[in-house]
């Protein structure tokens, strides 16, 4: 029969020995090569078991393989037959019959060993492995040590004989090896070759070093595995330039997220950790902190603020705390000269430094710091401040200057940004300061309504905005609350909102509508939007602004509100029903040329009036409407005190950094009733001046405010007869007392009166000089039926 030697298609060693078996183990092929290695003929060897040619017993749970019709490779010792045993690799692979059962293809190649000798005497392959630029090593089919080369010998610090018969995790135990010893155990597995990259420290080596590593799987022409071929180049040079600029890419989009100096420094002490160093500080001169100009470097010693650590460490200096540094020392004169400088522990300079501070240097000793770098921060030629590079880890190698190279670009970038936050801190400071001058510092006292306000600008990434609210007495003891947002945020946006609180406040001096005065802010917005008063338009281009007024007179009880495509005010009834007032939305401040209008709501006393801005009841996870429902419901748990009041409801809708500006006002209404309040109707007859004098003589001793009685009767003669005299019927007296004694007299005209320096023989014109003088203040508001004039006293104490 033809033996599988002269099969088509194979291609065989002379060491190849090839026999075919039968179900029931027998022999029934033999080959030329198995021949060669056992010195049976074919003749003599078909028809025998192939047990009988065992030197010794299979592998524990080979046969059990067999059984199964699993292929099988492995390490056997074969009977020559000379009686001697033969080393070889065995391959065992099923050949079906048809009936369920298999004969067995076996395959033996002589034992590796005898290839090493007779490569051995070949030197040119001998050379080639021991010279290659390659670290080299060959692991049997067991993963083990089998020849290695004498780069691989002096990486591994262990010669041939120490290492043959050894796993990898044999010779060098640590956790950082099982990585390598994994492929190779892989690779015997499936035949295919894979490579890895590790950092390592390899016995024969002070440092670690990182290495790229290819498996490969030794194999046969008949493609039987015989081992495994390990290479391993050493890269570091490499590795550490892509380290370099991996470190760099991680900078850039991790150092500057935000606009705060100490975030900032945090962000460069954690890139640099453990990529650079082991730790990392960063100090900072006291103005950066504060956004301020930081002073010239000076000649003695330095002082500066530890702003950010890494990693946990506890330093000699903790984060707020203060750092001092000698002149001489590698900080002082890296601020002072704007270089970076390495330095290994034990240099003069570095002894000298610690000589001076006992606790540094008892600190570098505890935690075996070894090598240094110390690095300016300057951003656009402002220093800043000095970073801190230190590597603990004895088995790291020293600083170079390749390292202080990428440290100096750390620090630059980082210098940038710390240099913008530092700018953005003065900007954000001076706007804090400017819009807290522009909002109120007090509610001035009044009888109209409680009020308790809150106020929360915005998260420091956008910046504060122009948000503000204002609550202005009016005469006759009304009251206007304000509140508006100007569009955007910085420090333009605080000017405007200032500009308009304050026009505001000039327009209600004049007692306009809540619709008459939105339309003369309009025109003010429109004026500002346009900036003709600076002959540029820069700082206001494009200005827009929201505003809601309302005017309450707690004598009537009455509400005028007119909105400039502000959000409604929300309104809670002494029964605790909560709804907000429909009001015709008018267009936002800017656009010009539109008409507002005000509606009239009478409020039982006690209600609740809620003002508010955008930034309450929008957020970035919540629209509008979801945030007017949360704002109802805040409002329906309302508390006894208006202050706990705010806070509830900043607790339900707010976060701890809300993302936009907040104005928050609720006004509890009060009400004047009958005994706080006289009127009288008075015929357009100057004979009834005097009666009119009598009857709030007489109002006034009712009220126990006899001391006012002079002054009022000259208040109320003076203003009677002029609307007697001057004006039209119907007349009106109406004294209010609150916390000041008003005096009103109403007409039928819309005349203003002037007031004027009568000259010396005038007969008349002194009359409402004598007013203002001995009144605290007076003056004229419009009605829709004429006018009213009207004075107020303080009460006596």
Same mark, same amino acid.
């Not at 950092?199 to 440092?207: A, D, L, N, S």
């Not at 000298?352 to 090598?371: E, G, Q």
């Given at each position: 029969?033809?033996?599988?030697?002269?099969?088509?298609?194979?291609?065989?060693?002379?060491?190849?020995?090839?026999?075919?078996?039968?179900?029931?183990?027998?022999?029934?092929?033999?080959?030329?090569?198995?021949?060669?290695?056992?010195?049976?003929?074919?003749?003599?060897?078909?028809?025998?078991?192939?047990?009988?040619?065992?030197?010794?017993?299979?592998?524990?749970?080979?046969?059990?393989?067999?059984?199964?019709?699993?292929?099988?490779t492995?390490?056997?010792?074969?009977?020559?037959?000379?009686?001697?045993?033969?080393?070889?690799?065995?391959?065992?692979?099923?050949?079906?019959?048809g009936?369920?059962?298999?004969?067995?293809?076996?395959?033996?190649?002589?034992?590796?060993?005898?290839?090493?000798?007779?490569?051995?005497?070949?030197?040119?392959?001998?050379w080639?492995?021991?010279?290659?630029?390659?670290?080299?090593?060959?692991?049997?089919?067991?993963?083990?040590?089998?020849?290695?080369?004498?780069?691989?010998?002096?990486?591994?610090?262990?010669?041939?004989?120490?290492?043959?018969?050894?796993?990898?995790?044999?010779?060098?135990?640590?956790?950082?090896?099982?990585?390598?010893?994994?492929?190779?155990d892989?690779v015997?597995?499936?035949?295919?070759?894979?490579?890895?990259?590790?950092?390592?420290?390899?016995?024969?080596?002070?440092?670690?070093?990182?290495?790229?590593?290819?498996?490969?799987?030794?194999?046969?022409?008949?493609g039987?595995?015989?081992?495994?071929?390990?290479a391993?180049?050493?890269?570091?040079?490499?590795?550490?330039?892509?380290?370099?600029?991996?470190?760099?890419?991680?900078?850039?989009?991790?150092?500057?997220?935000?606009?705060?100096?100490?975030?900032?420094?945090?962000?460069?002490?954690?890139?640099?950790?453990?990529?650079?160093?082991?730790?990392?500080?960063?100090?900072l001169?006291?103005?950066?902190?504060?956004?301020?100009e930081?002073?010239?470097?000076?000649?003695?010693? /330095?002082? &500066?603020?530890?702003?950010?650590?890494?990693? *946990? %460490?506890?330093?000699?200096? #903790? @984060?707020?705390?203060? !750092? =001092? +540094?000698?002149?001489?020392?590698?900080?002082?004169?890296?601020?002072?000269?704007g270089?970076g400088?390495?330095?290994?522990?034990?240099?003069p300079?570095?002894?000298?430094?610690?000589?001076?501070?006992?606790?540094?240097?008892?600190?570098?000793?505890?935690?075996?710091?070894?090598?240094?770098?110390?690095?300016?921060?300057?951003?656009?030629g402002?220093?800043?401040?000095?970073?801190?590079?230190?590597?603990?880890?004895?088995?790291?190698?020293?600083?170079?200057?390749?390292?202080?190279?990428?440290?100096?670009?750390?620090?630059?970038?980082?210098?940038v940004?710390?240099?913008?936050?530092?700018?953005?801190?003065?900007?954000?400071?001076?706007? /804090?300061? &400017?819009?807290?001058?522009?909002?109120?510092? *007090? %509610?001035?006292?009044?009888? #109209? @309504?409680?009020?308790? !306000? =809150? +106020?929360?600008?915005?998260?420091?990434?956008?910046?504060?905005?122009?948000?503000?609210?204002?609550?202005?007495?009016?005469?006759?003891?009304?009251?206007?609350?304000v509140?508006?947002?100007?569009?955007?945020?910085?420090?333009h946006?605080?000017?405007?909102?200032?500009?308009l609180?304050?026009a505001?406040?000039?327009?209600?001096?004049?007692?306009?509508?809540?619709?008459?005065?939105?339309?003369?802010?309009?025109?003010?917005?429109?004026?500002?939007?346009?900036?003709?008063?600076?002959?540029?338009?820069?700082?206001?281009?494009?200005?827009g602004?929201?505003?809601?007024?309302?005017?309450?007179?707690?004598?009537?009880?009455?509400?005028?509100?007119?909105?400039?495509?502000?959000?409604?005010?929300?309104?809670?009834?002494?029964?605790?029903?909560?709804?907000?007032?429909?009001l015709?939305t008018?267009?936002?401040?800017?656009l010009?040329?539109?008409?507002?209008?005000?509606?009239?709501?009478?409020?039982?006393?006690?209600?609740?009036?809620?003002?508010y801005?955008?930034?309450?009841?929008?957020?970035?996870?919540?629209?509008?409407?979801?945030?007017?429902?949360?704002?109802?419901?805040?409002l329906?748990?309302?508390?006894?005190?208006l202050?706990?009041?705010?806070?509830?409801?900043?607790?339900?809708?707010?976060?701890?950094?809300?993302?936009?500006?907040?104005?928050?006002?609720?006004?509890?209404?009060?009400?004047?009733?009958?005994?706080?309040v006289?009127?009288?109707?008075?015929?357009?007859?100057?004979?009834?001046?005097a009666e009119?004098?009598?009857?709030?003589?007489?109002?006034?001793?009712?009220?126990?405010?006899?001391?006012l009685?002079?002054?009022?009767?000259?208040?109320?003669?003076?203003?009677?007869?002029n609307?007697?005299?001057?004006?039209?019927?119907?007349?009106?007296?109406?004294?209010?007392?609150?916390?000041?004694?008003?005096?009103?007299?109403?007409?039928?005209?819309?005349?203003?009166?002037?007031?004027?320096?009568?000259?010396?023989?005038?007969?008349?014109?002194?009359?409402?000089?004598?007013?203002?003088?001995?009144?605290?203040?007076?003056?004229?508001?419009?009605?829709?039926?004429?006018k009213?004039?009207?004075?107020?006293?303080?009460?006596?104490?």
């Amino acid at each position: 029969m033809d033996t599988p030697a002269s099969m088509p298609g194979d291609s065989l060693t002379p060491a190849a020995a090839l026999a075919v078996a039968a179900p029931d183990g027998m022999l029934t092929g033999w080959s030329t090569g198995a021949e060669q290695l056992l010195g049976y003929s074919a003749g003599e060897a078909v028809g025998r078991l192939a047990t009988a040619l065992l030197a010794s017993p299979l592998p524990a749970g080979v046969r059990e393989r067999f059984d199964r019709q699993e292929d099988w490779t492995g390490h056997v010792a074969l009977r020559h037959r000379d009686g001697s045993a033969v080393e070889c690799q065995l391959r065992a692979r099923p050949l079906p019959t048809g009936d369920g059962r298999a004969g067995w293809l076996l395959e033996g190649i002589r034992g590796i060993q005898g290839q090493e000798e007779n490569r051995d005497t070949d030197p040119l392959l001998r050379w080639s492995f021991d010279q290659s630029p390659f670290a080299l090593a060959i692991y049997d089919t067991e993963g083990r040590f089998l020849r290695v080369n004498a780069r691989m010998t002096k990486q591994l610090a262990a010669t041939e004989r120490d290492l043959r018969g050894l796993r990898i995790t044999e010779h060098m135990p640590d956790p950082a090896f099982r990585a390598p010893e994994r492929s190779v155990d892989r690779v015997l597995r499936t035949g295919e070759p894979e490579h890895i990259e590790n950092y390592v420290k390899v016995p024969g080596e002070p440092q670690a070093h990182a290495w790229i590593i290819h498996f490969t799987p030794i194999e046969d022409s008949l493609g039987l595995l015989h081992g495994v071929q390990v290479a391993a180049l050493d890269f570091s040079e490499q590795y550490a330039a892509r380290e370099r600029l991996a470190l760099l890419d991680k900078a850039s989009r991790r150092i500057g997220s935000s606009l705060d100096v100490a975030r900032t420094a945090q962000e460069l002490a954690d890139v640099a950790v453990p990529d650079l160093a082991d730790f990392v500080s960063v100090d900072l001169l006291d103005a950066v902190l504060h956004g301020d100009e930081p002073p010239p470097v000076p000649d003695g010693p /330095l002082v &500066l603020r530890r702003v950010a650590t890494r990693p *946990g %460490v506890k330093a000699v200096v #903790a @984060v707020g705390e203060l !750092s =001092r +540094y000698p002149e001489f020392s590698p900080v002082a004169r890296s601020l002072a000269t704007g270089r970076g400088t390495v330095h290994q522990v034990g240099e003069p300079e570095i002894t000298r430094w610690l000589a001076h501070d006992p606790v540094r240097t008892a600190w570098m000793s505890r935690h075996r710091a070894h090598s240094l770098m110390v690095v300016p921060l300057r951003g656009r030629g402002t220093n800043l401040g000095v970073v801190f590079f230190a590597r603990l880890d004895p088995s790291a190698a020293p600083y170079e200057q390749a390292d202080l190279q990428i440290a100096k670009e750390l620090a630059a970038r980082a210098a940038v940004c710390l240099d913008n936050a530092r700018r953005y801190t003065r900007e954000h400071t001076t706007t /804090l300061a &400017l819009q807290h001058s522009l909002l109120p510092q *007090g %509610v001035t006292q009044q009888a #109209a @309504v409680d009020v308790a !306000s =809150r +106020y929360l600008p915005a998260d420091s990434k956008v910046g504060v905005g122009g948000d503000w609210f204002d609550v202005i007495p009016l005469s006759g003891a009304r009251v206007a609350l304000v509140v508006g947002d100007v569009v955007g945020h910085g420090i333009h946006a605080s000017a405007a909102m200032g500009r308009l609180r304050t026009a505001v406040r000039a327009l209600a001096d004049v007692d306009l509508a809540p619709d008459e005065l939105l339309a003369h802010l309009d025109d003010l917005v429109v004026r500002l939007s346009s900036g003709p008063e600076s002959g540029t338009g820069a700082p206001y281009g494009e200005l827009g602004a929201t505003c809601l007024y309302a005017v309450y007179d707690p004598i009537s009880r009455k509400c005028s509100l007119a909105s400039a495509g502000h959000l409604w005010p929300a309104l809670v009834t002494p029964d605790g029903t909560v709804d907000f007032l429909e009001l015709p939305t008018g267009p936002p401040l800017g656009l010009g040329g539109l008409p507002f209008e005000a509606v009239e709501r009478e409020l039982p006393e006690g209600s609740l009036l809620t003002l508010y801005t955008d930034g309450l009841v929008e957020a970035q996870n919540r629209d509008v409407n979801a945030g007017l429902h949360a704002l109802r419901t805040a409002l329906a748990d309302t508390a006894p005190s208006l202050e706990t009041t705010c806070d509830r409801v900043l607790d339900a809708l707010l976060g701890e950094r809300p993302a936009d500006d907040v104005a928050l006002l609720i006004a509890r209404t009060r009400a004047l009733d009958n005994g706080h309040v006289a009127v009288w109707d008075l015929p357009a007859d100057p004979a009834f001046v005097a009666e009119a004098r009598s009857k709030a003589t007489a109002q006034l001793h009712a009220w126990g405010l006899d001391d006012l009685a002079y002054v009022t009767e000259l208040v109320v003669s003076e203003l009677v007869t002029n609307a007697i005299r001057y004006a039209a019927a119907p007349v009106q007296l109406r004294l209010i007392k609150e916390r000041t004694l008003i005096c009103e007299v109403s007409d039928a005209s819309s005349t203003a009166p002037h007031l004027r320096r009568a000259r010396i023989f005038d007969e008349g014109g002194r009359g409402l000089m004598l007013v203002a003088q001995l009144t605290e203040r007076w003056g004229m508001r419009h009605t829709g039926t004429g006018k009213i004039i009207w004075a107020e006293q303080p009460l006596p104490e």
